[in-house]
């Protein structure tokens, strides 16, 4: 499973913060069951589209885009 650092009392601070009214509530954490995967599929399609478009007109769009692929890519290698 892939942690990324996150841990229980994190995500307590985190939900305290954001929404108190559920600051309390129990938590647990759950096993990876491909969503990074689906997450890193979808980020590379939207990309992928954005690419190409920036490519016709605005050259710094597509350098931004291109570094975004990368990291998708390096994540990706990353997980196994």
Do not use: C, S
Not at 6 to 14: E, F, P
Not at 48 to 67: F, Q, R, S
Not at 71 to 78: C, G, S
């Amino acid at each position: 499973m892939r942690k990324a650092g996150i841990t229980a009392d994190l995500v307590y601070q985190l939900i305290a913060g954001q929404f108190p009214q559920w600051a309390g509530l129990p938590i647990r954490p759950v096993e990876a069951d491909g969503t990074w995967a689906r997450g890193r599929g979808w980020a590379i399609w939207k990309a992928m589209i954005v690419l190409v478009e920036a490519l016709k007109d605005n050259l710094e769009d597509a350098t931004y885009t291109k570094g975004v692929i990368e990291a998708i890519l390096a994540d990706h290698l990353a997980a196994g």
